[in-house]
């Protein structure tokens, strides 16, 4: 029987595989992209457990975080087209100079 | 009549005098030559009038002694100790040896001193010895007794580097230092052990003199006391002397710190300082009473040194030399009568050398001052040249013969009866010395001040020989002054026996001296020939400096030393010091990586460390 | 049964499409592997009742995100991602190492009382357009009208990035 927990174990190998993405790319807009499939287990968890416990604010929340998403990436892929004008490179490797 | 609160400010007085004399001159006086000099003589002849007030108060109240005034210097719980001043026969007549014949020796360093550059910082440095020396003789307790046995030998080290520009002063100056320094451990442990010993407990524990004399008879009494234990602390405190007062082995520091200036080898080096080893034996005498092997120890020691320094004295040809290796044979006499039990004998023979052998190198001082010129074979004749200086030296080396009717006749002679009756080895050995003293002092007398002048010489200026009379005269009278009575010693009859064989016995040596040296009857060189393996022997001064030497050089330097530069270089050094540095260095290195500035990295830790929290919230 | 059919192949497919996601060498591949597993998301939306979501996953992620992802994809003309060199720590398998670990402990996080009902069991009436929108505009109002505002910081933000400086 499919139980809740399933729907959870997936959303944990999905936000997984996510999180591994975003430490393994090299490209900024990859890594942009694998912080959605983090957005998106997430919201796979919210509607899983709006299942579980018979309340609809579960998908309410998914519906803001789905804006919120949309929002960011508009203004995320905005600084990565500056990145790609400023230092020519979309290397996350090279765009180093957070440090001392 | 004097009062107590009198009594008291006298002897404070006594001995601060010379302190403050010392720290105006070093805050006033050093550019001021004659202010220096002034205030030096002055404050050490207001402790000279002290002492003269307190002898004539004490003439009159015999019973008012023993006199102790003190103040509590440390008082933490648990460890008390106290700084005081304690007047009683031995303490008075142990200062006013040290403040006249201080005085006297100040007083001709006017003179003496009067060309020298560092004319203000010796006065200033001899005032201070004075205080330390004070210090010493009038202390009630072991700390302080300890803290002017090391101030004098501070003050010992910067007069004979005084001319610090010169090696020569400046190594003596360091070896008198270090050899006192060696036996000033030995001292400083038994000090502390007699501490310990005093009680089991530790507030109970003192360092007073008398209290110490009392509690160690009811310890002794009471069976608590180790038989080891005593018999150690008594010859480990007997190490103070051994380096204090130069007896052998460690007498390699006396010769070298001729060194210094002439006045200094008077005061310190032959009547005050190097007496200072005799009064602490006299002063914690009741420590030895009941300790035989020790006192055996002392005596035989004692002995020893009085004999071989006269036997090296017969081949020095320097006449200050003589004079030191003479002074190390008369303070042998002066711990032998000590090891005997005489206390007043030793103390004595201590007043009657103070006085001579002061009168001796004052003498010595004015021929240098004279002619420029320090050993005897480039002098000569100088009777004719310099009248006064060699009629003084005369008296002095008299006196130190035991001629018959000056003051060493007497003293010595108390010792020589001591000898015949405790020891008939060491009464031997004793008697022979008296007849090399006598030998060696009439060798210096001829080959100096008789025969054929060599040199040039003018007579010293009165402030030189004013104090050298004083002296003479008192060379001459003082086995009149009633000083053994004066200690408390009974004054036993004239042992006709010991007398005659010791006139004897110094008849031969100055007869043979000026038969060797005078009239050249009989031909030195051909002696020196025939006792070829002796005579290299005592020139090199039976190879004790060099067995030192090599100590230091071999076990010393290169084990000991070479040890502790290894552990310093690699362990402390290397180890501790750079290695820490080098493991910080590397730890940073290792951490700096962390900040890559790429923020997937950032990720990564932030990753980490939230997987940290959940597995300890688990 | 037939439920457990469908979950499987959808979860499986959406799992396996993300892997495309972090895997693959070319960004267009990526981008259409993503597409992937939105729909399949949205299929699992449909299985757990929110009927609304799913609608507005695919119209709004599928629809208006990846597109945009695909645009800036193509505006700056990216070139197949070369093979990491060595990096510290070797990112790739610590960082892997690290997410299975996280990924373990969440699963441990999950301690749902036993005994829950299937999912069948449940009434499954909550989500509707009708419910949704009845809670967005009543209890969730304001939240729903600020997110305008934050649209509009985002629109603004992208034109001001996105502009050539006048000195350029």
């Known amino acids: 029987m499919i139980t809740v927990t399933h729907y959870l174990i997936a959303s944990v190998l999905l936000f997984s595989i996510g999180l591994i993405g975003i430490l393994t790319r090299r490209n900024v807009l990859m890594i942009l992209l694998c912080i959605e499939i983090m957005f998106n287990a997430a919201n796979l968890m919210f509607v899983?457990?709006?299942?579980?416990?018979?309340?609809?604010?579960?998908?309410?929340?998914?519906?803001?975080?789905i804006t919120v998403a949309?929002?960011?990436?508009?203004?995320?892929?905005?600084?990565?087209?500056?990145?790609?004008?400023?230092?020519?490179?979309?290397?996350?490797?090279?765009?180093?100079?957070?440090?001392? | 009549m004097v009062d107590e609160g009198a009594v008291q400010l006298l002897g404070w007085t006594l001995l601060f005098a010379p302190?403050?004399?010392?720290?105006?001159?070093?805050?006033?006086?050093?550019?001021?030559?004659?202010?220096a000099a002034g205030l030096a003589i002055g404050g050490l002849l207001i402790s000279f009038g002290c002492t003269l007030l307190l002898f004539l108060h004490v003439l009159r109240q015999p019973d008012a002694l023993p006199m102790e005034c003190s103040i509590a210097w440390i008082a933490v719980p648990g460890f008390t100790v106290p700084f005081g001043i304690l007047i009683d026969q031995l303490s008075l007549l142990m200062t006013l040896v040290v403040t006249g014949v201080g005085s006297a020796i100040f007083i001709y360093s006017l003179g003496y001193m009067a060309e020298d550059p560092g004319y203000s910082r010796f006065f200033g440095v001899l005032s201070l010895f004075a205080f330390s020396m004070l210090t010493i003789v009038l202390s009630n307790n072991w700390v302080q007794l300890f803290m002017g046995w090391e101030l004098v030998g501070c003050s010992s080290y910067l007069l004979i580097g005084h001319w610090y520009a010169k090696p020569s002063a400046a190594d003596a100056g360091k070896k008198a230092f270090m050899v006192n320094r060696v036996a000033d451990f030995g001292f400083m442990l038994g000090i502390l052990s007699l501490w310990a010993l005093s009680s089991p407990s530790m507030p109970e524990r003192t360092f007073h003199f008398h209290t110490l004399q009392l509690r160690l008879a009811q310890l002794t009494a009471g069976g608590a006391v180790s038989a080891a234990a005593l018999p150690l602390i008594g010859l480990l405190i007997f190490c103070g002397p051994v380096g204090k007062s130069a007896q052998f082995p460690l007498h390699v520091w006396l010769p070298d710190a001729m060194e210094g200036p002439t006045p200094v080898s008077a005061l310190i080096h032959a009547a005050t300082m190097v007496a200072a080893g005799v009064y602490l034996l006299c002063r914690a005498f009741w420590l030895f009473e009941a300790l035989p092997s020790v006192l055996t120890t002392i005596m035989w020691v004692g002995g020893a040194t009085a004999f071989l320094a006269a036997c090296l004295a017969l081949v020095e040809n320097d006449l200050k030399r003589i004079l030191a290796y003479s002074t190390l044979s008369q303070l042998g006499y002066m711990v032998m009568a000590l090891g005997m039990g005489g206390v007043a004998a030793g103390m004595y023979h201590l007043t009657t050398h103070a006085f001579f052998k002061a009168l001796l190198f004052l003498s010595a001082g004015s021929v240098i001052h004279g002619t420029h010129e320090q050993e005897i074979w480039k002098l000569g004749g100088l009777w004719r040249s310099m009248r006064w200086t060699s009629l003084c030296f005369l008296i002095g080396a008299l006196a130190l013969a035991g001629f018959p009717g000056l003051s060493g006749f007497f003293s010595k002679d108390e010792i020589l009866v001591l000898?015949?009756?405790?020891?008939?080895?060491?009464?031997?050995?004793a008697t022979l010395t008296a007849g090399m003293t006598a030998f060696y002092i009439g060798r210096a007398w001829f080959t100096a001040f008789t025969g054929k002048a060599h040199g040039h010489a003018h007579e010293s200026p009165p402030v030189m020989l004013g104090p050298l009379f004083l002296l003479a005269a008192l060379s001459i009278a003082g086995g009149y002054l009633g000083i053994p009575h004066f200690l408390g010693e009974h004054q036993a009859e004239l042992d006709w026996g010991v007398a005659a064989i010791s006139l004897a016995v110094v008849a031969t040596g100055l007869t043979l001296s000026w038969l060797m040296y005078s009239r050249k009857l009989v031909s030195a060189r051909q002696v020196v020939q025939a006792l070829a393996l002796p005579h290299s022997l005592l020139q090199r001064r039976f190879y004790v400096?060099?067995?030192?030497?090599?100590?230091?050089?071999?076990?010393?330097q290169k084990l000991i030393a070479g040890f502790c530069a290894w552990v310093e270089r690699v362990i402390i050094i290397g180890i501790a010091v750079n290695g820490t540095a080098f493991a910080t260095r590397q730890a940073g290195r290792f951490v700096r990586r962390l900040q890559t500035g790429q923020v997937q990295t950032y990720v990564l830790v932030f990753l980490l460390g939230v997987v940290c929290f959940l597995a300890l919230g688990r | 049964m037939t439920e457990a059919v469908f979950f499987y192949t959808f979860t499986v497919l959406m799992l396996v499409s993300a892997g495309f996601v972090v895997l693959s060498r070319q960004p267009i591949y990526s981008v259409l592997s993503l597409l992937a597993v939105m729909f399949c998301l949205a299929s699992l939306f449909v299985m757990l009742g929110a009927y609304v979501l799913a609608a507005l996953q695919v119209?709004?992620?599928?629809?208006?995100?990846?597109?945009?992802?695909?645009?800036?994809?193509?505006?700056?003309?990216?070139?197949?991602e070369r093979l990491a060199r060595m990096r510290l720590f070797t990112l790739r398998s610590v960082g892997t190492a690290a997410a299975a670990l996280f990924a373990f402990l969440l699963?441990?996080?999950?301690?749902?009382?036993?005994?829950?009902?299937?999912?069948?069991?449940?009434?499954?009436?909550?989500?509707?357009?009708e419910s949704v929108g009845r809670l967005l505009f009543t209890k969730y109002l304001i939240p729903f009208e600020l997110t305008s505002f934050l649209i509009l910081a985002a629109v603004i933000g992208a034109v001001t990035l996105g502009r050539r400086s006048p000195d350029e």
């Not at chain 1, 457990?49 to 998908?59: C, S, T």
């Not at chain 1, 290397?91 to 001392?100: I, M, Y």
């Not at chain 3, 119209?59 to 197949?80: D, K």
């Open chain 3, 107 to 129: 699963s441990q996080v999950f301690e749902l009382p036993a005994g829950e009902p299937p999912l069948e069991r449940v009434p499954a009436a909550s989500g509707s357009i």
């Open chain 1, 48 to 65: 899983a457990y709006a299942r579980g416990w018979a309340d609809v604010g579960g998908q309410i929340v998914v519906f803001f975080i």
């Open chain 1, 70 to 100: 949309a929002a960011e990436v508009t203004v995320g892929l905005a600084i990565a087209i500056l990145l790609s004008r400023q230092l020519h490179t979309l290397n996350a490797d090279e765009v180093s100079r957070l440090k001392w």
């Open chain 2, 419 to 429: 000898a015949s009756h405790r020891s008939p080895a060491l009464y031997g050995i």
């Open chain 2, 545 to 556: 400096d060099e067995l030192y030497a090599w100590y230091v050089e071999q076990i010393q």
């Open chain 2, 19 to 35: 302190l403050a004399a010392a720290v105006l001159i070093l805050l006033i006086g050093l550019r001021r030559k004659p202010l």
């Open chain 3, 59 to 80: 119209l709004l992620y599928a629809g208006a995100v990846l597109v945009l992802f695909l645009f800036v994809i193509m505006l700056l003309n990216l070139e197949p």
